[in-house]
């Protein structure tokens, strides 16, 4: 079965304190690693997609890395609209629609 | 551009009660899935639908019945609501089974 585990639950920084957000996964055959954001109140939005350990992705503040066990968000001089939960899915076992997703990591930047 | 939209976004019900969550995309996508999130747990898929005509179980699919009507509409329904179904439900759609999916704000479901 495949298992998604997040760290840490929550993570507090100032404003410009850059830190990173890790995926842990288990998966018989990874064919792709999915980040999300979710702000209260709303439905996760899509972020990125990594399908092959040393792939890597960037958007703005955020740098998405993916190895064989792993994954890491790497967000830069964060602002306090980088606040929300974070959430990664992988997509593996081959023959299994599913995504399975972690339980997140829940990011507050302190102006 | 609306994306995916559910209705309604709030709903209290009594044990025993039956209704049915709705859920429409306007991406032309082929994939629709629906999922359950609570407290302390990811995301759960309840069912999906890889395209138009076909629906499969998810990890969650107990108590639950769902409908592709169409390739833009696929619903969730509850025959006889329980307390352990009080969770937020979210629909999602995806190009296809192996792309990025798309989420809805979600239904808040209380069930006394």
């Known amino acids: 079965e495949d298992q998604v585990t997040q760290s840490p639950e929550a993570l507090r920084l100032q404003e410009g304190e850059s830190s990173s957000l890790n995926c842990s996964y288990t998966?018989?055959?990874?064919?792709?690693l999915f980040w999300y954001r979710q702000d209260p109140g709303k439905g996760p939005e899509f972020l990125f997609t990594?399908?092959?350990a040393g792939e890597e992705k960037e958007k703005e503040r955020l740098k998405a890395t993916l190895t064989k066990k792993e994954s890491f968000l790497h967000i830069t001089a964060p602002k306090p609209e980088d606040s929300a939960t974070y959430l990664c899915a992988v997509w593996g076992s081959f023959g299994n629609e599913k995504l399975t997703f972690g339980t997140g990591t829940r990011l507050t930047i302190i102006p | 551009n609306a994306g995916v939209t559910q209705t309604p976004k709030f709903q209290v019900l009594k044990t025993g009660q039956s209704m049915t969550l709705q859920c429409a995309q306007d991406?032309?996508?082929?994939?629709m899935y629906w999922y359950r999130q609570d407290p302390g747990m990811g995301l759960r898929l309840i069912y999906y639908s890889a395209s138009e005509g076909t629906t499969d179980k998810g990890e969650v699919p107990n108590g639950y019945n769902v409908s592709r009507l169409n390739k833009r509409e696929f619903s969730l329904r509850l025959e006889s609501a329980a307390p352990s179904q009080t969770s937020v439900y979210f629909c999602a759609s995806a190009e296809r089974w192996d792309q990025p999916q798309h989420f809805g704000d979600g239904t808040r479901l209380s069930i006394l």
């Open positions: 991406m032309n996508h082929n994939s």
């Open positions: 990594l399908y092959s």
């Open positions: 998966v018989s055959g990874l064919r792709g």
